[in-house]
């Protein structure tokens, strides 16, 4: 490909995301739940943007916010999310939008550049009311039923009461135009170390991992934490406890080397010191990128359980509540990411996966998906430390206007 890259306007870049972390911020990071005014701000933000780069579109019956251009010749998608994790980072999302926002205004305001980008943010990839709930919607993968039953994971308050309180009640759900795009490309902090460890710039995504979930039950006798013997007690709590110390011990037997879990909530029934828990919780979440894998942690999950109610003072039932597929990032996206960071980051760029879940996964299921990432500072992510050097920032800005203007090209 001869032509020359274009100008991309990084300074602009990073002012777009200080604005975007102005808004709500906590400490360094922000604080900005799924339609909590926070959010909503960020995204009227976006809205009045969309001009600049030639975009309209209003929110949808969700949340989404999805910019279209009139422009002629082939349609781009790019975007990500921003609404954020509790009390948490001020990239994981926004970086995504601010350089979709960026490659539309470079590319589609270019009379020599063919076809146009348009920009999305999609509603609730963090999952406060669900999962990938916008992206699903977007692609037909959530149901009115679905919305109904969904409740913010802390607070209980039902998605339609929320969508209600913002004005977004019935309102149309945007859905995916078949053959409108020619792919989707997204970016994002990687939230790990690779790319930092190793003194590169840009990680290029070949697949995102499948992420499944597990509700883990265990059912004792509530009793007197006093006058109970040792001896007699079936104590939940304890019988957890137990359990997950037995996961971290036997699953390395048969996970891949990429493979993790997480336990990331426990709950204790009555949760009263002077009372043995009759019944406790654990919450149990698998990712690799490979469904053969996972399943064979979730036959040997289901056979501990077996053995731990056959053997022990408590009852142990396993449930499944969340299967997210893994998805492969297209070839094609793939080799026009790492020609661009040849261009800008040359030998600094590494095919990587993402063992992290992303909006990017839902729309490769109906158009061919690409992932961009830049690093993350000591990896950390999902806080309020999150950060990524400015320098970083606008390397990953130029790679990302770079490869859409190559992808859009090559048609």
Not at 34 to 60: I, K, N, V, Y
Not at 119 to 148: K, P, Q
Not at 228 to 254: H, I, N, Q, S, W
Request: aromatic share 6%.
């Amino acid at each position: 490909m001869t032509a020359s890259p274009v100008a991309v306007n990084t300074q602009r870049v990073i002012a777009d995301l200080n604005a975007l972390r102005a808004i709500g911020a906590y400490k360094t990071g922000v604080h900005k739940p799924t339609f909590s005014p926070e959010h909503m701000q960020s995204l009227d933000w976006l809205s009045r943007r969309f001009g600049e780069a030639g975009l309209s579109g209003e929110l949808d019956g969700i949340g989404n916010l999805v910019g279209q251009s009139p422009k002629s010749g082939p349609k781009l998608l790019a975007g990500s999310h921003l609404e954020s994790q509790s009390h948490a980072g001020w990239l994981d999302g926004p970086l995504g939008v601010v350089y979709a926002l960026e490659a539309a205004r470079v590319l589609n305001n270019d009379p020599a550049i063919s076809g146009a980008v348009e920009v999305a943010a999609w509603c609730d990839e963090e999952g406060h009311f669900g999962s990938l709930m916008g992206s699903r919607s977007y692609v037909g993968a959530v149901t009115d039923e679905e919305i109904d039953a969904a409740r913010d994971r802390k607070s209980g308050r039902s998605m339609r009461d929320a969508l209600r309180e913002v004005g977004l009640e019935g309102r149309p759900r945007a859905m995916v135009e078949p053959g409108r795009h020619i792919g989707y490309l997204e970016a994002h902090i990687e939230q790990g170390d690779t790319l930092e460890s190793q003194g590169l710039k840009i990680g290029v995504v070949t697949s995102i991992v499948g992420i499944w979930q597990y509700r883990i039950t265990f059912t004792g006798v509530q009793n007197h934490a006093g006058t109970t013997r040792m001896a007699v007690r079936k104590d939940a709590g304890l019988a957890l406890a137990y359990f997950c110390v037995a996961v971290d011990e036997r699953f390395p037997k048969v996970a891949s080397p990429r493979t993790v879990w997480t336990t990331g909530r426990i709950t204790l029934d009555p949760g009263a010191p002077s009372i043995i828990p009759g019944s406790a919780e654990m919450l149990l979440q698998i990712r690799d990128a490979d469904v053969e894998v996972i399943a064979r942690l979730e036959a040997l999950l289901r056979s501990m359980a077996e053995e731990a109610s056959t053997n022990g003072p408590c009852q142990v039932a396993i449930e499944r509540i969340r299967v997210g597929a893994p998805a492969a990032m297209d070839g094609r996206i793939q080799d026009a990411v790492e020609a661009a960071s040849g261009v800008f980051a040359p030998s600094k760029s590494l095919r990587m996966q993402s063992g992290a879940g992303h909006d990017a996964q839902i729309l490769a299921t109906v158009m061919p998906a690409g992932m961009l990432f830049v690093p993350s500072i000591g990896g950390i992510s999902h806080h309020w430390t999150e950060n990524t050097s400015d320098e970083d920032i606008a390397i990953g800005a130029q790679v990302f206007v770079e490869a859409c203007r190559r992808i859009l090209a090559a048609g």
